[in-house]
């Protein structure tokens, strides 16, 4: 098993030029996110950086507006039209065949002509001309004799009367977004219905329905490049490109989900548990462990009891009203004085002996045990949800109210408190990747010993940076709030609330990393974590001014290079302090240098 040495040395704090090249490289992944950064006064505070607070893989994907997508709709209707010299309506019919393709219709068009008009209805040539001198026509749907002027067709020619027309479009409407495909009303024909068609026909409100499934159509017939963001109420769409960096992404309107499964953002955990851990929340398969675990059978109506004071002699409930012994369940009738009283059961502890309830008793213990398990990191996970909600919430207060108030009260510019938003930014992330692995710490096998021991001990150091990062943001800085004139301390309290910041990012970086890889540095032979791998994830422990593992050696015996006595690594929040400042004890968190 390894030591606690190795474990802080394989989580050991980065450098002062690493923390720099950090934010370097956050501000370079930013401009990878191609929402418009000019939007972002739209949906709040500054998610761009609120992705990124943990330097998660470069993501690529655009954010649409419905204005977007009608936008981008319309100009491949343009280009289609133009390059292949039909309609518009015959473009949009077209487009919608092969799912708003470009590329698809033209290559299709071009090799066989023939048979796109045929799958999709259009014809070449009007299949008849405006009959002359001809005033009336009988309808073939209703029988009714209408004025030729009355009478709509499609490029097949079939002629029906306005009110018909009108009906069968507004049922295809009213049946769903299948009215975008809408072809003849004459069952033998299959010529399309199109756009210019339909939208001439029916009601202002069928027309909004239309154009609605229309503009749904590009992203719900694009599932593997665009999808709409799960949020409730959202009409953003995203769209992403596949293979490129994280599955999460961070919508305008501020939420951020999985591009995979649309759940909620989730990273470390992949998919599969992710919708395993649902599935089990929503599950009944809990409520019957509770009731194994915590109740019996009536003897007679079978009905579960649950027992929480009280004697031994239980009376089931009416219509049954059965009365017996909550030890042995037999029959009351035959217990007594003789058998124990009311607080025990002899013939039970003999039974018991014998091994008579050895069965029922192991089946409800391990009920128990799976509920209680269940219950400890449900629990957590829950709770690191609602302090991230309150965190988030805590945010929008800080940004809309408490910056400028404290920008008065110390007299900078709201430019220079980015450190305080900043921190509260990476607070709200850490609290939903730290949700997340009580889910993985549920499914994480019970026989690796080793893995969970190195998981249990990185995911503690964590939550305990999480939590030094939280009260200094939430209860140290509410003191500069209180003033009324600039607090000298306040530069302090700057330099320590953006070292934290910076660490509880190291400490989460390096978590993330090892939860993705399914702790593949921990060789479970052995019981330690490989050095090799653990120096790719967080640099070796020399190299970031942390102490050397067990058993290493320095040249000259005690003696340490320029580089190890300019900077030296507190064993207690990893934070790589520098000599010039301070040489024995830790600016963050005050630890005494060992």
Not at 199 to 204: Q, T
């Given at each position: 098993?390894?030591?606690?040495?190795?474990?802080?040395?394989?989580?050991?704090?980065?450098?002062?030029?690493?923390?720099?090249?950090?934010?370097?490289?956050?501000?370079?992944?930013?401009?990878?996110?191609?929402?418009?950064?000019?939007?972002?006064?739209?949906?709040?505070?500054?998610?761009?950086?609120?992705?990124?607070?943990?330097?998660?893989?470069?993501?690529?994907?655009?954010?649409?507006?419905?204005?977007?997508?009608?936008?981008?709709?319309?100009?491949?209707?343009?280009?289609?039209?133009?390059?292949?010299?039909?309609?518009?309506?015959?473009a949009g019919v077209l487009l919608r065949h092969f799912k708003w393709s470009v590329s698809k219709v033209n290559d299709e068009w071009f090799a066989d002509e023939e048979r796109v008009r045929a799958n999709v209805g259009l014809l070449e040539k009007p299949a008849t001309?405006?009959?002359?001198?001809?005033?009336?026509?009988?309808?073939?749907?209703?029988?009714?004799?209408?004025?030729?002027?009355?009478?709509?067709?499609?490029?097949?020619?079939?002629?029906?009367?306005?009110?018909?027309?009108?009906?069968?479009?507004?049922?295809?409407?009213?049946?769903?977004?299948?009215?975008?495909?809408?072809?003849?009303?004459?069952?033998?024909?299959?010529?399309?219905?199109?756009?210019?068609?339909?939208?001439?026909?029916?009601?202002?409100?069928?027309?909004?329905?239309?154009?609605?499934?229309?503009?749904?159509?590009?992203?719900?017939?694009?599932?593997?490049?665009?999808?709409?963001?799960?949020?409730?109420?959202?009409?953003?769409?995203?769209?992403?490109?596949?293979?490129?960096?994280?599955?999460?992404?961070?919508?305008?309107?501020?939420?951020?989900?999985?591009?995979?499964?649309?759940?909620?953002?989730?990273?470390?955990?992949?998919?599969?548990?992710?919708?395993?851990?649902?599935?089990?929340?929503?599950?009944?398969?809990?409520?019957?462990?509770?009731?194994?675990?915590?109740?019996?059978?009536?003897?007679?109506?079978?009905?579960?009891?649950?027992?929480?004071?009280?004697?031994?002699?239980?009376?089931?409930?009416?219509?049954?009203?059965?009365?017996?012994?909550?030890?042995?369940?037999?029959?009351?009738?035959?217990?007594?004085?003789?058998?124990?009283?009311?607080?025990?059961?002899?013939?039970?502890?003999?039974?018991?002996?014998?091994?008579?309830?050895?069965?029922?008793?192991?089946?409800?213990?391990?009920?128990?045990?799976?509920?209680?398990?269940?219950?400890?990191?449900?629990?957590?996970?829950?709770?690191?949800?609602?302090?991230?909600?309150?965190?988030?919430?805590?945010?929008?207060?800080?940004?809309?109210?408490?910056?400028?108030?404290?920008?008065?009260?110390?007299?900078?510019?709201?430019?220079?408190?980015?450190?305080?938003?900043?921190?509260?930014?990476?607070?709200?992330?850490?609290?939903?990747?730290?949700?997340?692995?009580?889910?993985?710490?549920?499914?994480?096998?019970?026989?690796?010993?080793?893995?969970?021991?190195?998981?249990?001990?990185?995911?503690?150091?964590?939550?305990?940076?999480?939590?030094?990062?939280?009260?200094?943001?939430?209860?140290?800085?509410?003191?500069?709030?209180?003033?009324?004139?600039?607090?000298?301390?306040?530069?302090?309290?700057?330099?320590?609330?953006?070292?934290?910041?910076?660490?509880?990012?190291?400490?989460?970086?390096?978590?993330?990393?090892?939860?993705?890889?399914?702790?593949?540095?921990?060789?479970?032979?052995?019981?330690?974590?490989?050095?090799?791998?653990?120096?790719?994830?967080?640099?070796?422990?020399?190299?970031?001014?942390?102490?050397?593992?067990?058993?290493?050696?320095?040249?000259?015996?005690?003696?340490?290079?320029?580089?190890?006595?300019?900077?030296?690594?507190?064993?207690?929040?990893?934070?790589?302090?520098?000599?010039?400042?301070?040489?024995?004890?830790?600016?963050?968190?005050?630890?005494?240098?060992?």
């Amino acid at each position: 098993m390894e030591s606690e040495d190795e474990m802080q040395d394989a989580w050991a704090g980065t450098s002062d030029d690493e923390f720099q090249n950090e934010e370097e490289e956050d501000e370079d992944s930013d401009a990878l996110a191609s929402d418009d950064e000019d939007d972002e006064s739209d949906y709040g505070f500054g998610f761009n950086d609120f992705q990124l607070s943990t330097r998660r893989p470069q993501t690529i994907f655009t954010v649409l507006s419905e204005q977007d997508i009608r936008q981008r709709q319309d100009e491949a209707v343009a280009t289609i039209t133009n390059f292949l010299s039909i309609s518009p309506a015959d473009a949009g019919v077209l487009l919608r065949h092969f799912k708003w393709s470009v590329s698809k219709v033209n290559d299709e068009w071009f090799a066989d002509e023939e048979r796109v008009r045929a799958n999709v209805g259009l014809l070449e040539k009007p299949a008849t001309s405006k009959r002359k001198n001809v005033k009336e026509m009988t309808c073939q749907i209703c029988f009714e004799v209408h004025p030729f002027e009355k009478m709509k067709e499609p490029r097949c020619g079939h002629y029906f009367c306005e009110i018909c027309w009108t009906g069968y479009i507004h049922t295809a409407i009213n049946d769903g977004p299948g009215c975008l495909t809408l072809r003849c009303a004459d069952p033998s024909c299959g010529a399309a219905i199109g756009e210019d068609m339909v939208l001439g026909l029916v009601s202002k409100e069928d027309q909004q329905k239309y154009m609605r499934y229309l503009l749904r159509s590009y992203v719900e017939d694009n599932r593997k490049q665009v999808k709409w963001c799960p949020a409730p109420g959202c009409e953003y769409a995203v769209e992403y490109q596949a293979g490129v960096g994280s599955y999460d992404l961070v919508c305008k309107c501020g939420f951020s989900f999985c591009w995979n499964c649309r759940e909620e953002a989730h990273r470390p955990v992949d998919c599969e548990t992710v919708n395993k851990w649902i599935l089990k929340n929503c599950a009944e398969s809990e409520n019957m462990n509770w009731i194994l675990a915590n109740s019996k059978p009536c003897p007679k109506c079978k009905r579960p009891i649950e027992k929480n004071q009280g004697c031994m002699h239980i009376t089931c409930t009416p219509p049954c009203k059965f009365e017996f012994c909550w030890l042995c369940l037999g029959a009351w009738t035959d217990h007594g004085e003789r058998t124990g009283g009311f607080y025990a059961c002899n013939r039970y502890e003999t039974a018991k002996q014998e091994g008579v309830y050895d069965e029922a008793e192991r089946r409800r213990e391990m009920a128990k045990n799976s509920l209680e398990r269940y219950t400890h990191y449900y629990e957590r996970w829950a709770t690191n949800e609602s302090s991230r909600s309150k965190a988030l919430a805590d945010l929008q207060l800080m940004q809309s109210v408490k910056v400028d108030k404290l920008s008065d009260i110390q007299c900078q510019p709201v430019s220079q408190l980015k450190f305080v938003t900043d921190a509260w930014l990476q607070i709200v992330e850490c609290r939903r990747v730290l949700k997340w692995t009580y889910a993985y710490g549920y499914y994480l096998p019970e026989n690796e010993q080793t893995k969970r021991q190195f998981f249990e001990y990185s995911q503690g150091e964590a939550e305990a940076g999480l939590e030094r990062l939280h009260q200094c943001a939430e209860k140290e800085l509410q003191t500069f709030l209180e003033g009324d004139s600039p607090n000298s301390s306040f530069n302090d309290f700057r330099t320590k609330l953006a070292g934290l910041t910076s660490v509880t990012r190291t400490y989460f970086e390096n978590l993330v990393r090892a939860l993705e890889s399914n702790l593949s540095d921990v060789d479970i032979s052995k019981g330690a974590v490989k050095s090799s791998n653990s120096s790719k994830a967080s640099g070796s422990s020399k190299a970031r001014g942390g102490r050397p593992k067990s058993g290493s050696t320095r040249s000259g015996g005690s003696s340490r290079s320029g580089e190890e006595m300019a900077h030296w690594s507190c064993e207690h929040c990893t934070y790589v302090n520098t000599t010039a400042t301070s040489s024995n004890v830790c600016i963050i968190c005050g630890y005494p240098r060992s």
